[in-house]
């Protein structure tokens, strides 16, 4: 019975909506199959989960859905970390500042103050210099790698087949007669993936430094009009500390370079003296592309024809963990409407 409902790509997002589519919309798992050209524990630059930060912040756009996909994530992500086993399962809650150089949407500040645990606007008397808002809150920290491989492991364990295959087409997809449903998952992919060809994606790239740094279990965050310093603990990775980073909009690289790593150091520590109370040590450098989109991310459904549906959930550039829950529970929803809808027009 499986490959009724395939889903295309095993970053954040294709897991997301698998979890949604036994979750939600109550299909059984032998029916699902995600077909994926890279994995957990793969590695390519165009392979961006296991390197994001991984945490939930700020750095997401302001318009009142994707402020509503961030919410739905940051309150429904404790259900999910119970599935997986609890916080070893590499997702747990830490503390979190972030700060601003200009005054924030005032649409975003309002919508997080009716959510997130333990809020609190800084003094403007406590803020750094240069900065002009600060916010501290209790947030979710993914140690990203590690995240991808249990909720792989568990969505596997409740009967989801796992395919390796590089797709040329959209319609390779639907893998049998019986597939009624593909989501397209397929992140960065989307620009160059026949049928759905989406010249509005672009890459954009960051750059990290992940150091050992035990003695920080905080996120600090500064953003700036054309920049963004992140500091993100990986809970559960022998104590593995995420510097960042760079927004650098449709640069292809996955080079690293020796000047991003000492800017990066430079802005991290400037931001929270303390991690070099400490020896620096570096554990890796890395640089991943961001699955953006202009115009923001794609939800929707495309009639395929003989009763088979196509329906799109990409575009989430650095912002995939903290909305991308609520991104798939959307998608998810379409295929539960359109099938109730089907259901109806029968009768």
């Known amino acids: 019975m499986g490959a009724k409902y395939v889903v295309v790509g095993s970053g954040i997002i294709g897991l997301y909506t698998t979890y949604c589519l036994i979750k939600f919309a109550k299909i ?15 590695q390519s630059i165009n392979y ?5 930060g991984g945490n939930f912040s700020c ?6 859905e994707t402020l509503r996909f961030d919410k739905f994530t940051y309150t429904n992500l404790a259900k999910l970390q119970e599935d997986l086993g609890g916080p070893t399962c590499g997702l747990d809650y830490r503390p979190s500042t972030e700060y601003w150089d200009f005054i924030p949407n005032e649409a ?17 008397s406590e803020l750094p210099h240069g900065t002009a808002y600060g916010i501290k809150f209790t947030t979710w920290d993914f140690n990203c790698p590690f995240f991808l491989s249990n909720l792989s492991g568990y969505l596997k364990s409740r009967g989801v087949t796992f395919q390796q295959k590089k797709l040329t087409h959209i319609s390779q997809a639907y893998l049998t007669a019986n597939t009624k449903a593909v989501f397209n998952c397929s992140g960065i992919g989307a620009r160059t993936l026949g049928g759905v060809e989406d010249i509005k994606v672009y890459p954009t790239r960051g750059q990290v430094v992940v150091v050992r740094a035990p003695h920080i ?5 500064r953003w700036g009009e054309d920049y963004a310093t992140y500091i993100i603990p990986r809970p559960y990775s022998n104590n593995e500390l995420i510097l960042g980073g760079f927004l650098q909009k449709d640069n292809w690289t996955g080079n690293t370079f020796a000047s991003e790593t000492e800017d990066i150091i430079k802005r991290t520590t400037a931001l929270l003296p303390k991690i070099l109370d400490r020896p620096l040590d570096i554990l890796k450098v890395a640089a991943g592309l961001r699955p953006s989109r202009h115009g923001g991310v794609r939800i ?5 024809g003989e009763d088979k549906v196509l329906i799109h959930n990409y575009g989430a550039s650095g912002y995939g963990y903290q909305a991308g829950f609520g991104m798939s529970f959307k998608a998810v929803q379409l295929l539960v409407s359109y099938n109730q809808n089907r259901v109806k027009s029968k009768l």
């Not at 059984?28 to 793969?42: M, P, R």
């Not at 750095?59 to 009142?64: G, R």
């Not at 279990?217 to 965050?221: R, T, Y």
């Open 108 to 124: 975003k500040i309002n919508s997080l103050k009716t959510y997130l645990k333990d809020m609190q606007v800084i003094p403007r």
């Open 217 to 221: 279990q905080e996120n600090m965050m």
């Open 59 to 64: 750095i997401s756009p302001n318009d009142p």
């Open 48 to 52: 961006t989960s296991p390197w994001a």
């Open 300 to 304: 929707e459904l495309e009639d395929a």
């Open 28 to 42: 059984s798992a032998d029916q699902i199959t995600v077909v994926y050209e890279f994995s957990s524990g793969d």
